[in-house]
């Protein structure tokens, strides 16, 4: 992932970059978005509110890099050896994080926010849509590649698919990312007429 340059003052530190995420996840399932602030997030993670502002710009960006960290580390780009067993892996690893309430809650307040601060639409599109379909896309570049993508489907519509399941789910019917989900999905977009 690729994060803002950096701002003048005292170099990052990991551990409390990693606190202060950890701060803002859980106080957004405490007090919903509407209710998180960069205070509440320094007062929780023991951190400055310079410190905040100084590396993030926003309580929005904040919950972006936090967000973006738990995908990085949760989702992998298996290689199991072929496109369905790919593909299985990366929407079990997909579904069981976005499903989790407090990541669920993190996605929508984020799209929400994306809609009205166009400036922070551009962040998220860059910094965490473009990615997760980056990692999804190599593996289907990779599928194709190896001769095992069906014909007929095109890398972009199994992006869309599978994403425009995820955000469809997550915004209107918040129905849930379950086992079966993934069987129909893998059935669908690996199915070889076989």
Known sequence: ???????????????????????????????????????GIAARSGA???????????????????????AELHIPIPDEGGYREDLRAFLVATFRLGGQPQIADTLRALMAEAQVNPAFGERFRAEFLAHRRAALRHLVDR???????????????????????????????????????????????????V
């Not at 409390?16 to 995420?21: C, G, H, M, Y």
């Open 1 to 39: 992932m690729e994060r803002q340059p950096a701002r003048p003052g005292r170099k990052r530190s990991e551990a409390s970059r990693l606190a202060i995420l950890a701060a803002a996840l859980d106080l957004l399932a405490e007090v919903g978005y509407a209710g998180l602030t960069i205070e």
């Open 143 to 193: 599928a194709r590649e190896r001769g095992d993508l069906p014909p007929g489907l095109s890398p972009d519509t199994v992006l869309d698919l599978v994403f425009g399941l995820l955000w469809y789910r997550l915004l209107a019917t918040r129905r849930p990312f379950d086992d079966e989900l993934v069987d129909e999905m893998v059935h669908t977009l690996a199915n070889t007429g």
């Open 48 to 70: 400055g509110k310079q410190t905040i502002y100084r590396w993030w710009p926003s309580k929005a960006d904040v919950l972006l890099d936090a967000l973006t960290t738990k």
